[in-house]
T-cell receptor, first 112, second 115 residues
């Protein structure tokens, strides 16, 4: 079945550094890739998404890149801040368009 | 503009009891998705519903679990005869159209604890 692999599972950076999280997906028909941020005990919140007709999208300090040929996409956070500390999940929409398939998450810790 | 609402936020049940989780989608949204999150894991898709219809239930366990989204009122995820392994956070999400590439907005979740 459809699968999304996410790496690394944990990531520790110093404030001001960049953080990169990578995901690969198995279903070549997937065409929508959102990223969610989840703080402890809170709901997942959409931070950025990308559709298959573009290769890159940026929103202030956050950017996402998509390589459809290689079936992988990445989240880039620049100038990290302590409030960026959270669990980040990538996801891919399944072929039927009925479900998001999530990666297992990356725990990002930003120390000041 | 109220977001997705879920209640209760916390639910404690003893083994063998029933759990009912409710989800009210965002205003204007008619598509609801249920996901389960085990501790320190990602979210697993369970079921996708439109008003009065189950569209995709491929992630639902075959027994004890059911979902509905009636014409009036919230979507309900029902777990009968709960077992300890059902303890998890259950999130619902809603989208306005339910077609491909539509953003899903998540509710705050219901944390179910089975004693």
């Amino acid at each position: 079945g459809e699968n999304v692999e996410q790496h690394p599972s944990t990531l520790s950076v110093q404030e001001g550094d960049s953080a990169v999280i990578k995901c690969t997906y198995s279903d070549s028909a997937s065409n929508y890739f959102p990223w969610y941020k989840q703080e402890l005990g809170k709901r997942p919140q959409l931070i950025i998404d990308i559709r298959s007709n573009v290769g890159e999208k940026k929103d202030q300090r956050i950017a996402v890149t998509l390589n459809k040929t290689a079936k992988h996409f990445s989240l880039h956070i620049t100038e990290t801040q302590p409030e960026d500390s959270a669990v980040y999940f990538c996801a891919a929409l399944n072929q039927a368009g009925t479900a998001l398939i999530f990666g297992k998450g990356t725990t990002l810790s930003v120390s000041s | 503009n109220a977001g997705v609402m879920q209640n209760p936020r916390h639910l404690v049940r003893r083994r063998g009891q029933e759990a009912r989780l409710r989800c009210s989608p965002m205003k204007g949204h008619s598509h609801v998705y249920w996901y389960r999150q085990l501790p320190e894991e990602g979210l697993k898709f369970m079921v996708y519903l439109q008003k009065e219809n189950i569209i995709d239930e491929s992630g639902m366990p075959k027994e004890r679990f059911s979902a509905e989204f009636p014409k009036e009122g919230p979507s309900i995820l029902r777990i009968q005869q709960v077992v300890r392994g059902d303890s998890a956070a259950y999130f619902c999400a809603s989208s306005p159209k339910g077609s491909v590439q539509e953003t899903q907005y998540f509710g705050p979740g219901t944390r179910l604890l089975v004693l």
